[in-house]
């Protein structure tokens, strides 16, 4: 969330771990931070499942807290993605009240076979160097996650058939 508020707003952002004035931006899950446990009712996250996520403008002690949660660090990456594109669209964060939940569960992982060398057929050269995964993490993978992330995208499937000729 710095990394994206830092960007959007053209400013840094400080990390505080406490509050007692400002306006204030937290995110985490009930069980990992009291401050969540505390703003948000555990009825809103009760139906948002692994990868749900609310997004609530609470106003406590005179001070706006604007509070990202989720059950999950799933879900609240997904929650921080999509209050990113809140702002970026520059929608009304006054009253802001969000609740999301995926509506089909996510499917089990498999990456089957990889191609030997990388290859992706018609598209040119993949953007997973298979051979050298799950050991190396290429800075592009993040990158490629972000950029689906800040559309809404918290998914794809990866072909790995061979092509047609």
Do not use: C
């Not at 950029?147 to 794809?156: D, L």
């Amino acid at each position: 969330m710095q990394r994206g508020l830092n960007g959007l707003l053209g400013a840094t952002i400080p990390d505080v771990h406490s509050y007692t004035k400002g306006n204030i931006v937290i995110a985490g899950t009930p069980s990992g931070s009291p401050s969540i446990k505390s703003l948000i009712n555990a009825d809103l996250l009760k139906d948002a499942g692994s990868e749900g996520f609310v997004i609530e403008r609470i106003t406590t002690d005179k001070i706006s807290v604007i509070v990202v949660a989720g059950n999950t660090d799933k879900g609240v990456l997904y929650g921080v993605f999509h209050f990113l594109r809140i702002l970026q669209t520059h929608q009304d964060i006054s009253n802001l009240s969000v609740k999301s939940s995926p509506k089909v569960p996510p499917p089990a992982q498999s990456l089957g076979q990889p191609r030997p060398h990388g290859r992706a057929g018609i598209s040119g050269f993949s953007l997973w160097d298979w051979h050298k995964l799950p050991d190396f993490r290429d800075p592009r993978y993040t990158d490629y996650a972000r950029a689906n992330a800040s559309i809404g995208i918290n998914g794809t499937v990866v072909s790995m058939s061979t092509p047609m000729r």
